[in-house]
Each structure stands twice: as structure tokens, then as C-alpha cells.
């Protein structure tokens, strides 16, 4: 069905887009999406997820799948360095806009000592967006922006670093555009902060704090997790523009996550989202 559309309607929908990163309720569940340096283990897994906001074509919706797997490097140890290898493609499609972008990443992690780990990551791929033109319907027939509209291609680049003490603080740090709109980009970060307190031997609580500088928003909040013999976790947190609560459910070889945010800014219209993921374990490394 075809669709009237000006400039100024391409700028709300732009508008709507600008606080809202895609899988931003996930970050205790697909920790990886956006910073390769976490995420170490030693079996090889796939993973799947939907983001769904709203019932507008206007909200974004997005698919993420991806594949990592551990490489090892010398003896087969604990204490022996880990190396993470993996691909991803993250699409998100909002009414007559497209976006995809298709990366390689590589992750490696050391001891520093006995109770401190250290890991660096890095991933490159390429970055398109185009408008489907066919669903257009011009006012202004002369107008170049829209008639000469066609993909647009970036280099992609990211890199993350993670700190793990004594497997209780977590601290994680990611530059997930580094080039954008053509420009080296270092003003847009993640950053997450977590410690766990050990309640009984079969539970612990997970505080977290998060900050994210998706598109010029300096977006705060915290979540708390509350994990059961490490198999099921519940989640709850708020950022500056919304609620969120969430399961996870990691029962090898399949683990399934959900989260629902709730945003309560008058921008965004108080679009609900549904974030959806399932990653299965193929194999394990020897």
C-alpha cells in the first residue's frame, strides 16, 4: 500500500528513534550485543533475538543473530587466556527505513592475577541503510533528497573492555559505533557496572548501574538481577526514560530470555517494548 510521506514525517520518525537503542532492556541478557569483550565461556552457542516496540510502523523493530565460539590457545587450562571469535547481523526496520549491520568480532582475556581477569575486544563489518522507495508516494515530485535517496554504506567498527573481579564485580565499557555518519565517533559509549552479593549458596543479587550515550542522550539508570543456582533469573530496573522488568532462563543447551520496558517520556508516546532472545549451545570446546 502505497504512502504519502514529507520530509518533516521522515524527521518525527527520526525523532521517535533518537532515544531508543535497539535491545536496550537486554543488557543483562545478550551482554555481547554491542561489546565484544564479554561473554567468555567455553561453549560454542548461537543466539537469536527480537526487538518489538509499539504497534506503529513509525517504532523500530529489530532482529539480531549471531554465532560465538571459543578458541583455545596452548594448554587446555583454566588459568590459560580465553580467545572469542563471532559473527553478528543486527537489523532494524522502521516504516520505509532500513538498516542492517553485519560484523566480525574477536575477543581475548587474561589473568592479571589469581582473582582478576582482563579483556579486550574488537569488531568490523559494514553498516547500510536505505529507504524503500517503492512505498513512497511524493508531494513534491521534484524533490532530490527522496528521488536520489539510495543505500548508504559506513565502515563498521566497535571495540569494548571488560574487568572481571573475583567473579562478583563486572565492570564493562563499549564504543559501539566508533565510525558514524562517515566520522569517527567517540562520544557514544555503554557503560555497565554490576557486583553480585552472594545471599545463600544458591542465590545472588545483582545490582547494576547503566549509562548509555546512544545519539547525543545521556541515558542513567540501574537494574537488579536476582539469579537462582545460576538457571533463572529475574530482572527490574529503570533508566531515565522508561521501566523495565525481565526473566532469563538458562537451561542448557537451549536458554530464553524475555524483557518488557514501559517508557513514560511524552516523546516517545509511552511505546512498550518487547525484547525476545533464545541462544542454543551447538557444541563444546575441548
Not at 592475577?113 to 508516494?137: P, Q
Not at 511524493?138 to 548508504?152: E, K, S
Not at 549451545?281 to 575441548?286: C, D, L
Amino acid at each position: 500500500m502505497k504512502k504519502s510521506i514529507t520530509i518533516s514525517l521522515l524527521l518525527l520518525s527520526s525523532m521517535a528513534m533518537a532515544q531508543i537503542r535497539p535491545f536496550d532492556n537486554s543488557k543483562a541478557i545478550l551482554p555481547w550485543l554491542y561489546n565484544p569483550a564479554v561473554g567468555f565461556g567455553k561453549d560454542v552457542h548461537a543466539y537469536l533475538g527480537y526487538d518489538g516496540r509499539g504497534s506503529s510502523n513509525f517504532i523500530p523493530q529489530s532482529v539480531v543473530a549471531g554465532l560465538r565460539m571459543p578458541v583455545q590457545v596452548g594448554r587446555a587450562t583454566d588459568r590459560n587466556p580465553h580467545t572469542m571469535i563471532g559473527g553478528q547481523v543486527l537489523s532494524t526496520k522502521q516504516d520505509l527505513i532500513k538498516q542492517y549491520t553485519i560484523n566480525a568480532t574477536f575477543g581475548h582475556q587474561i589473568d592479571i592475577n589469581k582473582t582478576m581477569r582482563l579483556a579486550m575486544g574488537m569488531g568490523a563489518g559494514f553498516f547500510s541503510m536505505n529507504y524503500d522507495l517503492n512505498e513512497l508516494v511524493y508531494l513534491d515530485q521534484q524533490d532530490l533528497l527522496l528521488t536520489n535517496a539510495g543505500p548508504v554504506y559506513n565502515v563498521h567498527l566497535n571495540a569494548g573492555v571488560a574487568l572481571v573481579w573475583a567473579d562478583k564485580l563486572f565492570v564493562n565499557f563499549a564504543t559501539p559505533y566508533l565510525v558514524k555518519d562517515g566520522r569517527a565517533n567517540f562520544n557514544e559509549i555503554i557503560l555497565r557496572l554490576s557486583y553480585a552479593f552472594p545471599v545463600t549458596p544458591d542465590i545472588n543479587v545483582i545490582p547494576a548501574f547503566n549509562l548509555d550515550t546512544y545519539n547525543k542522550n545521556l541515558i542513567y539508570g540501574a537494574d537488579v538481577r536476582v539469579e537462582w543456582r545460576k538457571l533463572i533469573s529475574v530482572l527490574a530496573g529503570a533508566d531515565r526514560f522508561k521501566y523495565l522488568g525481565g526473566i532469563l532462563v538458562d537451561v542448557k543447551p537451549v536458554s530464553f530470555g524475555y524483557t518488557y520496558g514501559q517508557n513514560f517520556d511524552k516523546e516517545l508516546g509511552s511505546v512498550a517494548s518487547h525484547q525476545v532472545s533464545v541462544y542454543g549451545y551447538i557444541s563444546r570446546a575441548q
